[in-house]
């Protein structure tokens, strides 16, 4: 068991560049979460796929936020126009379909704009 | 609108003592709850969980316990170990595969 995975664990970028981050679930999980974190808080909800539907959105998720999971296995998140704001650590979380699933968190990919 | 709150922000206890952590919730739609542990600079990792038909649930040294007329959980550690010094997030949901509300955590020393 490998686990859930964040490619990259770091990004340090100049604000208005796009930067774009991968998260790998785990295997047999179905559904797969994005979450952001910023210093003193708790992760905070972006978005959910189940396969490679998307079903929710965070309002916190603004266009510039771009999220696929184009074949139901690896997510990617898209950052475009950065800004300071959106520092934070970016996490990904998996889980199975069972009811009541527990969902599990990758390392998470830090981001900061300079 | 914090949804689950994590009033303390800091706890310390010695090395063998109970640690206590607790966590209110406002939403009476929450009938799943979790406590996550994290270390700086890695990814929150699973502890316990407890459904909104229990008000129970062990797991080794971990006890979650669920008051759901006070909308309150805790967890309680014993005996503490030095080891789960970290910060422990409280998270609750509404229904299968929804997502998670955080808490803002609470940070745990344990002392020796």
């Not at chain 2, 010695?14 to 270390?39: A, V």
């Amino acid at each position: 068991d490998t686990g859930v995975s964040q490619d990259p664990r770091h990004k340090i970028t100049k604000r208005g560049q796009n930067v774009t981050f991968r998260c790998d679930p785990i295997s047999e999980h179905n559904r797969l979460y994005w979450y952001r974190q910023t210093l003193g808080q708790g992760p905070e909800f972006l978005t959910y796929f189940q396969n490679e539907a998307q079903l929710e959105k965070s309002r916190l998720l603004s266009d510039r936020f771009s999220a696929e999971r184009p074949k139901g296995s690896f997510s990617t998140l898209e950052i475009q126009r950065t800004e300071q704001g959106d520092s934070a650590m970016y996490l990904c979380a998996s889980s199975s379909r069972d009811p009541g699933e527990t969902q599990y968190f990758g390392p998470g990919t830090r981001l900061l704009v300079l | 609108d914090q949804q689950v709150k994590q009033n303390s922000p800091s706890l310390s206890v010695q090395e063998g003592r109970i640690s206590i952590l607790n966590c209110d919730y406002t939403n009476s739609m929450f009938d799943y709850f979790l406590w996550y542990k994290k270390y700086p600079a890695e990814g929150p990792t699973f502890l316990i969980s407890i459904s909104s038909i229990k008000d129970k649930n062990e797991d080794g040294r971990f006890t979650v316990f669920l008051n759901k007329s006070a909308k309150h959980l805790s967890l309680h550690i014993v005996p503490s170990q030095p080891g789960d010094s970290a910060v422990y997030f409280c998270a609750a949901s509404a229904g299968t595969a929804s997502k998670l509300t955080f808490g803002t955590g609470t940070r745990l020393q344990v002392t020796l």
